[in-house]
């Protein structure tokens, strides 16, 4: 299994969701993801992930993105099944999608939004997923969604036993989705983090270091090492909108999160038009891995 740093598109699109996480792991914390609206985009003509990829994510998490009515802004296709599949040969990445376990309990922060099915980690949206094609699946949560960890727990154990090995599960919260009790430092605990891992999620999801109240070093590095103990990958995620911060700021937290041990680094889609400001993606991954592997994977050719 060759390290993600030295695959191409022809490489990606060989690989299951237990060789994309090998491949990842090899990488020793130099993989960059970054999250988009599929149903939006920068500028005219292409999509959210191709801005995305040009300024060197790794792969690609489309948000919004309902399975019972798949389009991404940008791609043409005769039927809607074939939509992820255009976008992979378009940009020669992994692409995944969010699904959010809603949990009817939740103890709720605020009014919640009604999600359509279709966004919600539903057995049938799962299915779906699968037949669209994705590499991965994330369950994770919006602002005002009303997703917890149990739940989130609850659909990791489901993706499990329908994905087996074909498609990566990443699961976990960045902030806290409207939920009283899970915000802030109060979001994960080691033990909520590890069970994740135990459960079947191949990646963890955690707030980055300095993105959340409490998400320290410190706190943060713990979280991580208690993921890792139980085999599964960490991804630090910036969704509080600071993916659209300072080239300083990003800098920093890049440097922090890859410190606290991360595998995988995660940038949203609150910076410009449903992406990151791009050149943070870009800034981002020369601090965690160098103008080398970065250029590299801004210039291959989708053709290699």
Do not use: W
């Not at 237990?18 to 130099?30: C, F, T």
């Not at 699961?171 to 989705?177: F, I, T």
């Amino acid at each position: 299994m060759k390290r993600f740093l030295n695959c191409t598109a022809s490489d990606f699109a060989e690989m299951n969701g237990v060789q994309l996480k090998q491949s990842i792991q090899a990488s020793e914390g130099r993989v960059m993801v970054s999250e988009v609206f599929g149903n939006a985009s920068l500028y005219p003509g292409l999509t959210n992930a191709e801005y995305a990829a040009a300024f060197g994510a790794d792969l690609i998490l489309l948000n919004l993105f309902d399975v019972n009515q798949p389009s991404i802004e940008g791609v043409s296709v005769e039927d809607p099944i074939q939509v992820v599949g255009e976008l992979k040969r378009l940009i020669g990445r992994p692409v995944g999608i969010n699904l959010e376990p809603v949990d009817p309990s939740a103890d709720e922060a605020e009014t919640l939004d009604l999600l359509p099915q279709g966004r919600t980690a539903s057995p049938e949206s799962l299915d779906q997923a699968k037949k669209l094609g994705v590499d991965f699946v994330c369950f994770t949560g919006n602002p005002k969604t009303g997703v917890t960890n149990d739940a989130i727990l609850h659909s990791v154990k489901q993706a499990k036993e329908l994905f087996g090995e074909d498609v990566m599960i990443i699961a976990g919260k960045m902030h806290g989705a409207g939920v009283k009790n899970e915000v802030g430092s109060g979001i994960v605990s080691p033990e909520v983090a590890a069970g994740f891992a135990k459960a079947g999620a191949d990646v963890v999801l955690l707030p980055s270091v300095g993105s959340v109240p409490g998400a320290t070093l410190e706190t943060t590095q713990q979280l991580i090492q208690a993921v890792q103990s139980q085999g599964a990958l960490a991804m630090t995620a910036i969704g509080t909108s600071q993916e659209g911060a300072a080239k300083e700021t990003i800098q920093q937290m890049a440097l922090y999160n890859k410190m606290a041990g991360a595998d995988l680094h995660h940038t949203g889609d609150a910076g410009e038009h449903g992406i990151s400001v791009p050149e943070n993606i870009m800034d981002y991954s020369i601090a965690i891995r160098g103008k080398r592997h970065t250029y590299v994977r801004m210039a291959a050719s989708v053709n290699r």
